[in-house]
């Protein structure tokens, strides 16, 4: 495997990692931008505008892009967070021209009018589905409430009304500031000829507009340490989330906060599995951790009978307390290991797999890793980093949001760390 | 393109099949043994489920807590599930590992412990997962529309039901163990950096003196004949239709793939295009293709607002129906370059291949290869999906909504065509 960079004199920035062995090729353009770099009145511009990138450009309807990448047998789609949107595709090798000419192409796209009201639709449609899933909602409200005045909690997907009062224009004045080359990556894994990807993107993208890039509000948030039950009469289990604060996406102690979440709330022989799942306590547990720009979070969550929400609440504050006191076991660190090399191992077999992660590391980090590199970093993580991570970062520092049948919750507050699970 | 794909059957029965895979560093195993939810006896049913939970709670030398450590230790990600027919082990991790995670599979298998200690927990988890149902409404109308348009048991879930559920102790549940865990029927498939020598030696093995368990016969009964709407306060109403096609192994197989692939096989497929493109009418709308050894079915989707749910549900009735009238060389085309690109990147995934080898294997007897696949995609035309439509098409379907208000099935084309809607 070998790794290739190159920018465009437009400041497009375009790397590649070939696998001559592989049998296909994915490709993705990364535009660095998302619901963090939204301001209140587009709340949602960010995701919408990635739907609209499929509605066809001045070469294209939206029906021909469709059957463009069909007519290649791509599989191709597109996601928005808070701080990108990017844009993939995996096809067979032979297809790579034809690949980076429909991206590159939709990348510019005509937002016209018609189009945008009808997809309006859609997105609406979107936010009823998600309305009619709990977990969902109480993970976006979760989050708006440990952010506060961060931009990190708005809303992805925006609100009905948000949404509904968006105007085309809005979203071409958003577009016009945000999609400037030298926001946008594009990243290639897998069997192509690299000499041959910068020509064809070089030859499409190059007359793209420069432009200034940036991002405000780049700074920690350590949570508001509030405590919100949200009280829906018709779901019926009770859906909670405790968020904690974490490292932000280019400190070192990231490898250690992955591999603390992995011991905490993996779904199999993790600390929330032995203490709630095991049991028969609740449905699911987990514990996951998100890095951004400036900051980072761990999302621990559960889901169970409402009944049994406040004995699981303490429960969960005792495993978080634990964690916090005494910081993890040889035993525990040398599981993790296992299941994250084996994780970044299979992950990387796949072409889809290694541009995603190739892509994002040089978004946020301008570097390069091997997947070598990447198992090295977490092989050092050591129970002393753990500890320094939990120093900096307290994980049982959380802020609760509770949605479901339960109309009162008493907050639990602190932690018995002496009667730790284990 | 093709790798080699080797085979061998035990004398009990059981069947070891393996694709070596020499580009990749990983290895999955995926066991199918024939104790999927369609046998649970009616009075125990979520009996298969909550077996498949209590089965990794100590085997052999370990229990609960020291085989969940040794599982981990190898860094294996894994999961037991049940389906209609099996009941699915299914593991990956290094290719180092996976003698290892063998040997533990093979206590798992003829030697758990289940613990009487544990079935309180496990029967706690079961009825919990019943009742997270309740706020997945897509999840809920799927698994009532599959009740409702297979003949029981075939559509049951493998959730159960609560009555079945609080009815296990830990004796039934051991009886059910005994009765149906057996070596023939049973599949072992494993693909990725493996060698084939060693591999069919231990398992011969660790398999070899496997013995016991019985065929259970299922009789066939009928469709759960309860109404098709089921009520609830939701912000979209939640579309469920089925119809009949043929099953994999059928002379007409890759037409009624082809036929799927033509309404739901990409963004340009027609359920898209026309229900979500052209009119903005719901985000999530879709058509897939299950299987049986001796029937399948067409299963379709949409999720969308209350208000504009029957024009939804019309409009997607009309597509199913439209298809026999004729379909374009060029959608035949895409469906083609889908299909392949698909079976290709197939070779990327270890545990992609080891699904496809176990399935394959139970609905064919044999594993496909490569090539024959590769010209039965290359076969497809339009005329021969379209007379395929003609022959098996939909004439019949079943159909299920949730959400606050019934919908009317049909009324836009009842008139002119002999199609059925059942409720």
Known sequence: ?422 | MASRIYHHTLANGMTLLAEPMAHVRSAALNFLVPVGCIYDPPEYQGIASVLADLITRGAGPYDSRQLTLALDNLGLDRDESVGGVHMRFWAATLARNLPEALEIYAHILRRPHLPADEVDAVKALALQELQSLEDEPRQKVLIELRKRHYPAPLGQDRRGTREGIERLTIDIIRRHYQRLFRPRGTILAVAGNIKWGPLRDQVERLFGDWDGGEEPVVKLGEPAASGSHIPKDTTQTQIAIAFDSVPIGHPEYYAALGAVNVLSGGMSARLFTEVREKRGLCYAVWATYQTFKDRASVLCYAGTTNERAQETLDLILEELVRLKDGIAKEEVERVQAGLKSSLIMQEESTSARAGTLASDWYYLGRVRTFDEIQAAIDGLTPRKIVAHLRRHGPRRFTLVTLGPEPLRPSRRFAADTPVVVES
């Open chain 1, 1 to 422: 495997m070998q790794f290739h960079q190159h920018e465009l004199k437009n400041g497009l920035t375009i790397i590649g990692e070939t696998n001559p062995a592989a049998r296909s090729v994915a490709l993705g353009f990364f535009v660095r931008t998302g619901a963090r770099d939204e301001t209140p009145e587009v709340s949602g511009v960010s995701h919408f505008l990635e739907h609209m990138v499929f509605k066809g450009t001045p070469n294209r309807t939206a029906l021909d892009v469709n059957r463009d990448f069909d007519r290649i047998g791509a599989h191709y789609n597109a996601f928005t967070s808070e701080e990108n949107t990017v844009f993939y595709a995996a096809i067979l090798p032979e297809y790579l021209p034809q690949a980076v000419d429909i991206l590159a192409d939709i990348l510019r796209p005509s937002l016209r009018h018609e189009d945008f009201e009808m997809e309006k639709k859609v997105i609406l449609e979107e936010i009823s589905m998600y309305d009619d899933q709990p977990m969902w909602s109480a993970y976006d409200q979760a989050k708006r409430l440990y952010f506060a005045n961060h931009p990190l909690g708005n809303s992805i997907l925006g609100t009905k009304e948000s949404i509904g009062a968006l105007t085309r224009d809005q979203m071409q004045a958003y577009f016009e500031r945000r999609y400037v080359a030298p926001n946008i990556t594009v990243a290639a894994a897998g069997n192509f000829d690299w000499k041959r990807l910068v020509a064809l993107v070089k030859e499409r993208c190059g007359g793209w507009a420069a432009g200034p890039v940036g991002r405000k509000e780049v700074r920690e948030a350590r949570g508001s340490g509030a405590f919100e039950v949200v009280h829906k009469e018709k779901v019926v289990q009770e859906h909670v989330f405790l968020i904690s604060p974490g490292p932000p996406v280019n400190s070192p102690l990231r490898y250690a906060a992955d591999t603390l979440a992995l011991i905490v709330g993996d779904d199999s022989g993790s600390r929330l599995y032995w203490a709630l799942i095991d049991p028969g306590l609740a449905d699911t547990a987990d514990c996951s951790f998100h890095d951004y720009e400036g900051t980072g979070s761990f999302y621990t969550s559960f889901s169970c009978e409402p009944g049994l929400t406040q004995k699981n609440l303490a429960l969960v504050h005792r495993v978080l307390a634990a964690v916090q006191h005494d910081g993890v076991t040889e035993e525990e660190l040398r599981q993790a290991k296992s299941k994250i090399l084996s994780r970044v191992v299979r992950g990387s077999e796949r072409p889809m797999g290694r541009m995603q992660a190739i892509g994002m590391n040089w978004v946020y980090l301008h570097k390069y890793r091997t997947v070598d590199e990447e198992l090295q970093a977490f092989d050092a993580v050591s129970r002393k980093t753990i500890r320094k991570l939990l120093d900096r970062y307290p994980i049982d520092q959380v802020t609760t949001l509770a949605l479901g049948p339960v109309a009162k919750l008493r907050r639990v507050r602190g932690g018995n760390s002496r009667n730790g699970k284990r």
